[in-house]
């Protein structure tokens, strides 16, 4: 009877460990391990007869979930329709990002409908929130205010008169509950937190949003558990320099996670942009080389925006290689193939490549038009400035076919552009008001970019082969 069980449970990570320790040594955190081994068992111990319950056919009926929008377009557009009742969403962005200020927002628009909307603020008085509000012009709407932190204490509140419709909680790391020991602030009081805000949220129908800040890392700051614990993860992104926020579903059970929503923070809190395209492109200089259009898809909505690349001859032995707004490791891939089938020699060049605007894409079709911002970069060639570019480029140096292209084209006519250099097989499906110009290999890209700085001395590196 000497076997000694694994019981001591680190609730950070999971790890199994068989006596109390003060730090967990497979994640290494402190004072995270719980002894679980309530339930005796063994021998001498008569099993519980379980409950019977009946079995459901997969074909019944179902509802579809009840939705509350909150009429705030690009916010309702991201979580699939609205909030989802009952539901938990995790809010997490970047401190200062605007988190606070577009939940503000949406609590003010859902209380303007008649809707019951409490904002629980854990970071900031009262007198604060209705500052900020006054600010956003929000005083008249009739949200339920208070500085809060404890659990139990707020959901007692929140259980009197009528349920309410939308609850905010600001933030889920300042909240702290009786039912767990450690401190305010620690993983396991944020789990627990969580937890019985969730328990609350089922039962009363209640759609609950907490806000999460998430550290330098991209990490959200301890309870990473708490994003699987929640129905929807939103992420708010942006730059400081910017003025664009895009909201981005990491994780929904309710509906899509490619849509974005997309704001610009202005003196009088987050303006929806119906327009995403016309404001990606409005900073745009013309004529300058290094600069291309991508049309592409997040979501269901085309997005237009300029990819930048600066190709310059470097100064150390290895040469940088740096991006933002979209992949590493597709940015290596298409040098690669720029290098082994076009001819265009980069070793000795760095190279830099920027997404306009703040935001960042997933997409592979915006191969070609990386590309192309790049060989005009080098070849320092202005792509004519009424183009747009899309298609996936293969390693052979093929340049592939992409999903959607009439609605990506329809995009560029609507905003004026008068042409279009796309994969071959996208053509039949283009009638769009565009010149339609297909590549079908990433080398015939690379001699008609080069065939535009004919002359200068630069567009001559670019093939050395011809
Ligand atoms: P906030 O919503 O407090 O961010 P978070 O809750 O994510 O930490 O937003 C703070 C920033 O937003 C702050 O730097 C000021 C700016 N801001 C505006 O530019 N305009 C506004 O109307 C408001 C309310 C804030
Ligand atoms: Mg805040």
């Excluded at 008569?46 to 377009?73: N, T």
């Excluded at 932190?149 to 007692?156: K, L, P, Q, S, Y």
């Amino acid at each position: 009877m000497s076997k000694r069980s694994l019981s001591f449970i680190c609730q950070n990570c999971g790890a199994a460990a068989p006596r109390w320790q003060g730090k967990c040594e497979a994640c290494g955190e402190w004072n995270t391990l719980t002894d679980e081994s309530g339930r005796p068992s063994g021998p001498g111990r008569a099993p519980r007869k379980g409950r019977l319950f009946a079995l459901e056919p997969l074909a019944g009926e179902a509802h579809d979930a009840p939705r509350l929008p909150c009429g705030i377009a690009e916010l309702d557009r991201v979580t699939g329709g609205g909030f989802v009742r009952g539901s938990v969403l995790l809010m997490a962005g970047d401190p200062g990002i605007g988190k606070s200020t577009l939940l503000i927002q949406a609590a003010a628009a859902m209380a303007r409908a008649g809707q019951r909307a409490v904002y629980i603020s854990g970071e900031e008085a009262v007198a604060q929130v209705r500052l900020r509000a006054e600010r956003l012009g929000l005083r008249d709407a009739a949200v339920e205010l208070a500085a809060e932190t404890a659990v139990e204490d707020i959901i007692a509140t929140l259980s009197e008169g009528r349920t309410p419709r939308l609850v905010v909680i600001d933030s889920i790391q300042t909240m702290w509950t009786d039912l767990v020991e450690s401190a305010p602030g620690t993983v396991t009081q944020v789990r627990g937190s969580a937890q019985a805000l969730i328990r609350f949220a089922k039962r009363s129908g209640a759609a609950i949003i907490l806000v999460g800040h998430v550290t330098k890392d991209g990490q959200i700051a301890g309870p990473r558990v708490v994003e699987h614990m929640v129905d929807a993860v939103l992420s708010f992104e942006g730059e400081g320099s910017h003025q664009f926020r895009i909201l981005r579903a990491v994780k929904n059970r309710f509906g899509p996670t490619d849509e974005i929503g997309v704001f610009e923070m202005t003196g009088a809190g987050l303006r929806e942009v119906a327009n995403p395209s016309e404001l990606f492109l409005s900073e745009r200089e013309l004529g300058t080389p290094g600069t291309a259009v991508f049309a592409g898809i997040e979501g269901t909505r085309p997005i237009l925006v300029e990819i930048q690349a600066l190709v310059t001859p470097t100064s150390l032995g290895t040469p940088r290689r740096a991006v933002v707004g979209w992949d590493q490791s597709r940015l290596s891939m298409v040098l690669a193939v720029l290098e082994a089938h076009c001819g265009v020699r980069l070793g000795g060049h760095d190279v830099y490549l920027n997404v306009a605007g703040g935001l960042r894409i997933t997409e592979t079709a915006a191969d070609l038009a990386a590309a192309a911002a790049l060989v005009s970069s080098l070849a320092n060639a202005p792509l004519p400035a009424d183009a747009v570019y899309f298609g996936e480029v293969s390693l052979s140096g093929a340049v592939r076919p992409v999903a959607q292209g009439p609605a990506r084209l329809k995009e560029a006519a609507k905003l004026g552009f008068a042409r279009a250099v796309v994969p071959e097989a996208a053509r039949e499906a283009a009638d769009q008001g565009l010149k339609v110009s297909d590549v079908a290999s990433l080398s015939s890209l690379v001699a008609d970019i080069a065939a535009l700085g004919r002359g200068n001395q630069a567009a001559k590196s670019v093939r050395q082969d011809g």
